[in-house]
């Protein structure tokens, strides 16, 4: 495994597995599969509601807590500072644990500011080991890193072949706030588990286009998290240590950037309409 270290000095691995759009019911059994696979870090939210089957999994498992590592985000609707404060008291309820390795807030609307000073207080209290946050363009996230206190030590944002967000990796560089990406395959939108590209540079080495789109952020130090409910997949995502990509197989890949979103993009308003309406949280 490779590492990364925050800007708190925390380190985490550069790999983990994602549970976004995994049932609530079969959460533990593909944490408990990806546990076997050998992740230890895991990517949930409360808005995935199911952050319990991941507490489930590695309680199960039998591991030490502390060599496990648990990020999970507050959801919109927790927003300000009370609600933030009781929602993170209640992830830590579903995850089974007394602290949460990494807390993000989800999306960069609705009342964030109150929720991000009470992931700061919470951070101080030793219930966050790290704090964090997710889809801020950079107008957001410098926002934020002017008048925070502490300022987020992760930024948690879509990013593979087709939309590397380049420009955001500068500005996330200049306030020491780490990258991590999300959907590290597009989910295979714009057909990149098939792109010639991909499957030419695996090729040479043995590795399928899934593995090459891995590697190539791992080398760009970008925190991952791929999700399958697969376990042969799992291990295949698992399996890229023994293989670097040359310069050259980078830049083709850096070629492959289409500067868009394969969803949807965060500072559309009609996308901001849609996640402000959206209440994913049973009551
Ligand atoms: N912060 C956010 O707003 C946000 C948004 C989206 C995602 N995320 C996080 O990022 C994680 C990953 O993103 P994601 O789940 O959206 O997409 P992803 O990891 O890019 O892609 C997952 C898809 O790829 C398939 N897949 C996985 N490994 C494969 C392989 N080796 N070969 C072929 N197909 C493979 C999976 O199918 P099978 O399961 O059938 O294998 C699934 O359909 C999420 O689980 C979540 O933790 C965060």
Not at 5 to 29: A, I
Not at 72 to 93: F, M, Q
Request: glycine fraction near 8%; include cysteine.
């Amino acid at each position: 495994m490779e590492y990364v270290t925050l800007s708190n000095g925390l380190k985490l691995p550069l790999l983990g597995y994602g549970v976004y759009q995994v049932p609530p019911d079969e959460c533990e059994r593909c944490v408990l599969d990806a546990l076997e696979v050998g992740y230890r870090a895991f990517d949930t939210a409360q808005a995935y509601v199911n952050e319990a089957g991941v507490g489930a999994a590695v309680k199960k498992f039998g591991i030490p807590r502390e060599e496990v590592f648990l990020t999970t985000k507050v959801w919109i609707t927790n927003y300000g500072y009370d609600a933030c404060r009781k929602s993170v008291e209640a992830s830590l309820k579903k995850l089974d644990t007394d602290y949460i390795d990494l807390m993000l807030l989800h999306q960069p609307f609705a009342d964030y500011y109150g929720a991000w000073r009470a992931l700061e207080d919470l951070y101080d209290e030793g219930k966050l080991r790290s704090i964090g946050v997710s889809n801020f363009f950079p107008d957001r996230l410098v926002d934020l890193c002017s008048f925070c206190r502490i300022r987020p030590m992760v930024n948690q944002i879509e990013l593979h072949p087709h939309h590397q967000r380049l420009e955001d990796m500068e500005w996330m560089a200049k306030y020491g706030v780490q990258v991590e990406s999300w959907a590290p395959f597009g989910e295979g939108r714009g057909g990149l588990f098939e792109d010639p590209v991909l499957t030419g540079i695996g090729a040479k080495y043995g590795k399928s286009a899934a593995q090459v789109m891995l590697r190539w952020q791992l080398q760009k130090g970008i925190m991952l998290i791929p999700k399958s409910s697969r376990r042969e997949r799992m291990a295949q995502n698992f399996d890229i240590f023994d293989f670097a990509l040359s310069d050259e197989d980078m830049a083709q890949i850096a070629g492959m950037d289409k500067k868009t979103s394969s969803f949807f993009s965060h500072d559309d308003p009609r996308i901001v309409e849609m996640l402000a309406g959206w209440d994913p949280l049973p009551e």
